[in-house]
């Protein structure tokens, strides 16, 4: 099993920047893909990026393209969502996730294990 505990959300005003930290216990950490998807109120889980098991690869959801940057160091058995230039939109509670294997997809349901989540709050 994998352990993940999400931390780094918040309120914060348009424009303004947050970083989440994602830290995994369990298994090696290296295994696994990252991803991190989020869900607001009313709506359906979303995409938001995917890091690959040594972080050469990542991908982003067109919505956070440019803005979010996706990173981890498996060293400390931690990943990373450096959120800039924030808008009211992105207003979700945050989630990252686990794939083993050695993809990095956007599908949800191809993921083992999640965290608990934290609430990003974007005031305008």
């Known amino acids: 099993q994998v352990q993940l505990v999400e931390s780094g959300g918040g309120l914060v005003q348009a424009g303004g920047s947050l970083r989440l930290s994602c830290a995994a216990s369990?298994?090696?950490?290296?295994?696994?893909?990252m991803g991190w998807f989020r869900q607001a109120p009313g709506k359906e889980r979303q995409f938001v990026a995917v890091?690959?098991?040594?972080?050469?690869?990542?991908a982003y959801a067109d919505s956070v393209k440019g803005r979010f940057t996706c990173s981890r160091d498996n060293a400390k058995n931690t990943v990373y969502l450096q959120m800039n230039a924030l808008k009211p939109e992105d207003t979700a509670v945050y989630y990252c996730?686990?794939?083993?294997?050695?993809?990095?997809?956007?599908?949800?349901?191809?993921?083992?294990?999640w965290g608990q989540g934290t609430q990003v709050t974007v005031s305008s």
């Open positions: 369990g298994r090696t950490f290296s295994d696994y893909a």
């Open positions: 996730a686990t794939y083993y294997g050695t993809r990095w997809p956007q599908n949800g349901y191809e993921y083992n294990y």
């Open positions: 890091i690959s098991r040594m972080g050469w690869s990542t």
